[in-house]
């Protein structure tokens, strides 16, 4: 790093983590990355696991660490990093989720139909203007348009540093034991092999274990059914608020989260309007979210109040998971139940008690940048190319329907 010195903060999964003085710490230190201590790391996973809830700032520093001793390591086998180069990619992997908003993927496109690595980039440009070009480095690292490729790769690739400490955090703070990976054994194999990252055959056990925690985390905690269900119920609450406000109605929410819910702001409002998506985004967090919902529980509206009441009390829509979509006559009795109750629900309204959608999940991709094993003879290939070894290629869709729990015994 470009200055000596250390500042030290203590991690409950790696113990004593060293932040190096300079801009690392200047950009820990700033209002857009200490926002992510406000963003939960898991959304609404802790109505499932109560124990998750850890912010994505803490999993930013992880990431960082990870990234660093990444980068000892290379450095030790001969891999050629610079200075610059190293600080760049650990700027570029402690800013990769300054774009996400409230409640991370649980929100994702319902308040900005943006995706949050488009607005990671966004806040990092405005970083660079605010610290002088010291960023352009990382921001190049970050696109993947800088020659070394293998450093992209310690920030996003299927063994990048972002999953190697989201797995381990993540399955620590929910307990889930089947999520824990060898992550140090899996630092210690890394090597580059023609400007690619590759992992040392003794490592390859490791990295499987690495793809089967990862693929039992999506199915037991990402995509667990009621994680699922918490987090449509919160996009149905933020789609009826969005609706209200179109029909200029005034709700008891704040001024930036007014600013989200009144308009639809997309990719191409990124250059049209940069500076004031900045200004209100950075303000956005976890508690504008939880604020609304609680005035929300109260208001004078049957849709937004059922559902954000049910949403404090944690009493969750029943959802029914299959490998197929609900036939259409199920759906319809479940609309048919709730308009005999409810004369006064148009049908648009029933469509925010009663909704479908899917979720996949493939641990492993062959069609992106493959896992590269190096063999003792200097060559290296795909792990998908070691029969003996079970990986999950397939991705794997689940349906679903969410509706009222109190209809669960009224419908055939």
């Known amino acids: 790093m470009t200055e000596s010195g250390y500042k030290i903060v203590n991690d409950p999964i790696y113990g004593l983590i060293e932040i190096p003085h300079g801009i690392i710490l200047k950009l820990i230190e700033h209002p857009y990355f200490q926002r992510l201590r406000r963003i939960n790391q898991l959304g609404l996973t802790h109505f499932v696991y109560p124990g998750a809830t850890h912010n994505r700032f803490s999993h930013s520093i992880g990431a960082m660490h990870l990234t660093i001793r990444a980068i000892e390591i290379l450095r030790n086998k001969g ?20 774009g996400h908003g409230p409640f991370s993927h649980s929100l994702e496109h319902r308040l900005v139909d943006i995706n949050h690595e488009s ?27 800088y020659h070394k490729k293998f450093l992209y790769q310690l920030v996003s690739g ?29 630092l210690k194999t890394l ?18 274990q690495f793809l089967m925690a990862r693929r039992l985390m999506y199915w037991q905690v990402y995509l667990h059914k009621n994680v699922i269900c918490a987090g449509e119920m919160l996009g149905q609450i933020i789609r009826r608020a969005k609706f209200l406000f179109s029909e200029g109605k ?18 191409s409002d990124l250059e049209n309007r940069r500076e004031e998506i900045i200004d209100n985004f950075y303000r956005l967090d976890d508690s504008d979210i939880i604020i609304a919902i609680k005035a929300f529980s109260t208001y004078d509206d049957y849709i937004l109040s059922y559902l954000s009441r049910n949403m404090m009390e944690r009493k969750l829509l029943k959802i029914v998971l299959g490998n197929s979509p609900s036939e259409s ?39 992106k940048e493959e896992i590269h094993i190096k063999l003792k003879d200097g060559s290296s290939n795909p792990i998908s190319k070691w029969q003996e070894h079970s990986i999950q290629r397939k991705k794997i869709v689940k349906y679903f329907t969410c509706y009222p729990k109190e209809l669960g015994q009224n419908i055939s």
């Open 191 to 208: 090597n580059v092999d023609n400007d690619r990252l590759v992992i040392e055959f003794k490592g390859i056990y490791s990295v499987e």
């Open 250 to 267: 005034e709700l008891p929410v704040t001024k930036t989260l007014r600013y989200f819910l009144c308009q639809q702001l997309g990719t």
């Open 329 to 367: 006559n199920y759906i319809k009795n479940i609309c048919s139940n709730i308009s005999k109750k409810h004369e006064f629900l148009t049908n648009d309204e029933i469509s925010y008690l009663v909704f479908e959608g899917k979720e996949a999940n493939q641990a492993y991709n062959i069609w």
């Open 119 to 145: 607005i990671s980039i966004m806040l990092m440009e405005s970083l660079n203007n605010e610290f002088e070009g010291k960023l352009s480095l990382a921001i190049q690292i970050f696109k993947n348009k």
């Open 158 to 186: 299927q063994l990048d540093m972002d999953r190697m400490d989201y797995l381990t955090r993540d399955s620590f703070f929910t307990g889930v034991q089947e999520g824990k990976i060898g992550y140090d054994r899996i």
């Open 79 to 98: 891999v050629e990093i610079s200075s610059s180069e190293a600080e760049a990619v650990t700027i570029a992997i402690l800013l990769h989720d300054l």
